[in-house]
Every structure is written in structure tokens, then in C-alpha cells.
């Protein structure tokens, strides 16, 4: 049986912080997790990016009597694939992370006080890319002495940011598996981004983004978090128990204006167990980042296929059948094209009712396979 994981949030600071768009934003804090010891070579270091509405909270638990461990807590720990006995593991929260209200959350964005101002930025934030997140986690990994990291890894916006630090920095990187994630996204992702936005941009009480010091556009802010759910999950997910057709418990089927049906229900659920945490100008934040995502832009690429080019890390593209996010034509097209530039790519398949969240709550299903490819000599 493995080793109980507990961790601790920390915190890291930025005196400034010059983001892709040549703007400077001042007074920069993240916070991030490890795990395992660094060795004295501190070769032995792993990166872990999350995904879009998750956190550093890659594994492990804060407290033993904690309900749940971190997202990736199956893969990562003593003796697990990601082996915390052998690596040294960081994850950094991301600059406008979505969960900005969760107290162990440490992360900059519209809703931290401007130091100019003493208010809340709003929109007056600069909108940053995802080169800019894993600007912040060079910095975090320069801090702590490491040189040259074994591996970067991580599910959807999280694999988007795995290719970036293979794009951007690819002396500094030994081996990639980009999970759930392909940079050959099309339009079709582009717009679905907008969708989950729209709600939000709806709400009255959104104000232009200026609602820090009122009411917050909470209605908005949770159909926004049901689209996301919704759209990352699988039909087999909808009509799994207690989902397809039925009836919610007390469910009126004449009643138009009411959330009637169990599949219903079942979202509101989970969209309001995040909503205390959520920013609504975060997430129209992250939006806008996924929507401009260009790996290797902060390397000057200037599109898809030079930022690919510049990746000479052997990769395993870890992805779902069944994602209707990231589709499974744009992650072949990716492999295709990585291949096609002498890159040694691997695939593995992760197989579940639960779409594109396969990535995330079936991961230990190719455990040995990525256990064997971090312990690999290349």
C-alpha cells in the first residue's frame, strides 16, 4: 500500500512580470506544490501544469483528514508512476486562476488589487496567454536551482502548457506527455471557448467586469461552469445512473422555467461546488488565453507549425477516444506532424464514460506506461 502524500501550498513572488504582449504587471504572486525531495544533481525535477479550472493541487493532501486528495493524486506519489521516492515534482498555480476566492489558491488576476490603484484591475488587467503562465513557472523552477527538468506534463490546458515549455524552452525540457491536449485545435474549440464565456458577458450583474465591490454576476458565472462541465463530459457520462431522460426527484416536466430533469440537476450540482472559489473575469480570462494559445510564441513563433518545430523532446501524447473537446483527428494530426519533424512520439489511449475528463479521473489506467517512459534513457 503507498505512503500517505501531504503537502502544503507555498508562495512565490514577482517584483514584475513582463508578459508576451510587452506589458508589465507588478507585484506578481503565485503559489505552487512539490513533492518528493530534489536531488543533488537536480535532475530529477518534473513539472505538473494543470488544467483549465483546476489548481496546483496535483496530488496528495493537505490535511490526512482531507475529503478528497489532489486531481492527479492516482499517478503521483510513493511508488505511484509519477514515483515521488525517485522525482521531485512542482506544480504552480496559474496566473488568473479561476479558483482566485479558494484559499489555498495563491494566483494574480482581475481580482487582485492593483498596487497602483489599491482596487481591484477588473479588465484593466492585461490579458495574458499561456506563454505567460509557464513564464511564471520558469521563474518558480529558476528559483529553486533546477536547470533542466526530467520531464513537463500535464491534462488539457495543462498538456497545451507541456508543448509551450517544449516550444519555448527545449534545452530545459528532457521528455514531454502532453495529456488530453493537441495545439492543432480548430475553430470549433475556439468557439465553444466563447460559449462557456457568453453567460457570464449575459449576467447584468457582470457589469462591463466591473463588479468587485458589488453583487457579483453569480447566475452567469454558474451556467458558464455547467457549459464547461457539460461539454468536457461524454454522452455515456449523461446518460450513466441517475442521468439520461429521468426525472429529477420532485421533477415537473410541465414546468418550463425549471430545472426538471436529473442530468439537469446533476450539473447545478457540480457547477455550484465551484462557484464560491470561481472569478467570473478569471475565467473569461482563461478563455481568451486557451483562444490565443500559439506554442513557442514566447520564443517568437508566429504559428502552430513553427512552434511545433522547434520541440525536440521525445513525447507520449497520452488522449481519449472520447473527448469532445480536444478531438481525437486533431491529436492524430499532431502526432503526424511531430513525427514528420523527427520527433519520437508515443500514444497511449485513456478509455471511460467521461470524455474528455478521462484525462483526469481514468490517469491511472496508463500508469505503467507512463511510469516506464519517465524511467526510459533517450
Known amino acids: 500500500m503507498n505512503a500517505e502524500l501531504l503537502t502544503f501550498k507555498q508562495r512565490f513572488e514577482l517584483p514584475e512580470l513582463q508578459i508576451l504582449s510587452g506589458a508589465t504587471i507588478k507585484s506578481v504572486a503565485v503559489g ?18 494543470h488544467f483549465f479550472s483546476g489548481s496546483s493541487h496535483a496530488a496528495g493532501r493537505y490535511e490526512p483528514c482531507d475529503s478528497m486528495p489532489g486531481y492527479w493524486d492516482a499517478i503521483i506519489g510513493p511508488g505511484k508512476a509519477v514515483d515521488t521516492d525517485r522525482y521531485f515534482v512542482i506544480s504552480v498555480d496559474s496566473l488568473v486562476n479561476l479558483n482566485v476566492h479558494d484559499p489555498k489558491v495563491v494566483t494574480t488576476g482581475p481580482a487582485s488589487i492593483d498596487p497602483t490603484t489599491g482596487k481591484p484591475y477588473g479588465l484593466k488587467f492585461p490579458a495574458v496567454g499561456i506563454g505567460d503562465f509557464i513564464r511564471v513557472q520558469k521563474a518558480v523552477i529558476d528559483s529553486l536551482g533546477i536547470k533542466r527538468l526530467h520531464a513537463v506534463m500535464g491534462p488539457s490546458m495543462g498538456g497545451l502548457q507541456t508543448f509551450d515549455w517544449a516550444a519555448t524552452y527545449p534545452d530545459c525540457v528532457g521528455r514531454i506527455i502532453p495529456t488530453i491536449a493537441t495545439p492543432m485545435f480548430g475553430g470549433w474549440l475556439t468557439a465553444w471557448l466563447s460559449m462557456w464565456a457568453q453567460p457570464i458577458k449575459l449576467d447584468p450583474a457582470w457589469r462591463g467586469g466591473d463588479y468587485y465591490g458589488a453583487p457579483p454576476p453569480l447566475a452567469g458565472l454558474e451556467a458558464s461552469l455547467r457549459l464547461v462541465t457539460l461539454s468536457a463530459l461524454h454522452s455515456q457520462w449523461a446518460d450513466g445512473p441517475g442521468g439520461g431522460r429521468a426525472l429529477a426527484p420532485g421533477g415537473d416536466a410541465g414546468d418550463v422555467a425549471a430545472n426538471s430533469f436529473a442530468v439537469e440537476q446533476r450539473l447545478e450540482e457540480i457547477a455550484r461546488t465551484r462557484l464560491d472559489a470561481s472569478d467570473a473575469n478569471h475565467l473569461l480570462y482563461l478563455v481568451r488565453a486557451n483562444q490565443t494559445y500559439l506554442p513557442g510564441a514566447g520564443a517568437g513563433a508566429k504559428t502552430v507549425a513553427e512552434g511545433l518545430a522547434r520541440i525536440k523532446a521525445p513525447t507520449l501524447m497520452l488522449y481519449s477516444p472520447e473527448d469532445q473537446v480536444f478531438l481525437v483527428e486533431w491529436m492524430h494530426a499532431t502526432v503526424g506532424a511531430l513525427r514528420e519533424i523527427g520527433v519520437l512520439v508515443e ?10 475528463y478521462n484525462g483526469i479521473l481514468r490517469i491511472a489506467d496508463v500508469g505503467p506506461q507512463i511510469a516506464e517512459f519517465l524511467a526510459r534513457e533517450f
Open 32 to 49: 505552487f506544490e512539490t513533492y518528493g525531495k530534489l536531488d543533488a544533481s537536480r535532475e530529477n525535477a518534473i513539472l505538473v501544469a
Open 347 to 356: 500514444t497511449g489511449e485513456i478509455h471511460g464514460p467521461h470524455g474528455h
